[in-house]
């Protein structure tokens, strides 16, 4: 029964690129929340989705930054153009609707 | 959204030793929950506890939904405890947990 699955685990990007970064959740479960957790911080929410449809993106920035879950495979985070503030933790979690979350491993985004 | 307070931040215990560690929060909650964050970066499920009182192992945690906190106690600690512990509270009507910022728990052999 595998958990939340995120990759890549790593990412380096260079100022500029673009960073994608993947989750696909535990079975079952049709929600999908994203965080970004900064050194020595907790985690801030930045979008929930359900299947084909954003449910609240208030933590998102509002430039630069998209998020999708599609009806096929895995939620994807863009990060487009990214910058060195934008070097943080990227988890995703999942759960039932209103129920239990639990998170994934994490992809760690470098910006050099 | 809520306001979500952890107390102590940080906790260097000797092994063996107990501790709790407390969340408060500004605003009732439907859903809680308590992670432990390892010094690998992992977030692991402690408890699932919007009230009551649970317990898994050498751990429990107590929610008092009408006073508005939540207590993790740890007994005979251990190395492998350390890391950083949070609390996660969803208010009614709302899907988004709010994170508090962590007790950092150093456990000494």
């Known amino acids: 029964n595998a958990g939340v699955m995120q990759n890549p685990r790593h990412l380096v990007r260079r100022r500029g690129q673009e960073a994608r970064l993947r989750c696909s959740p535990m079975k079952g479960h049709s929600h999908v929340y994203w965080y970004r957790q900064l050194p020595e911080e907790g985690l801030k929410f930045m979008v929930y989705?359900?299947?084909?449809?954003?449910?609240?993106e208030s933590g998102m920035p509002k430039e630069r930054f998209s998020a999708e879950f599609p009806k096929e495979g895995p939620s994807i985070l863009r990060i487009q153009q990214v910058v060195r503030g934008d070097s943080a933790a990227y988890f995703c979690?999942?759960?039932?609707?209103?129920?239990?979350?639990?998170f994934g491993p994490g992809t760690r985004l470098t910006v050099l | 959204g809520i306001q979500v307070e952890q107390s102590p931040p940080d906790l260097i215990l000797q092994e063996g030793a107990n501790s709790t560690l407390r969340c408060n929060f500004s605003?009732?909650?439907?859903?809680l929950q308590w992670f432990h964050q390892n010094p690998w970066g992992q977030l692991i499920n402690l408890f699932y506890?919007?009230?009551g009182t649970k317990q898994n192992g050498r751990l429990s945690a107590t929610t008092v939904a009408t006073e508005r906190y939540s207590l993790l106690y740890i007994s005979s600690s251990q190395t492998t405890d350390s890391g950083v512990y949070f609390c996660a509270g969803v208010s009614g009507g709302s899907y988004i947990p709010t994170f508090g910022r962590g007790t950092s728990l150093i456990v000494h052999p």
């Open positions: 979690a999942s759960s039932p609707i209103g129920g239990e979350q639990f």
């Open positions: 605003d009732s909650v439907n859903n």
């Open positions: 989705l359900q299947k084909e449809n954003i449910i609240d």
């Open positions: 506890i919007p009230s």
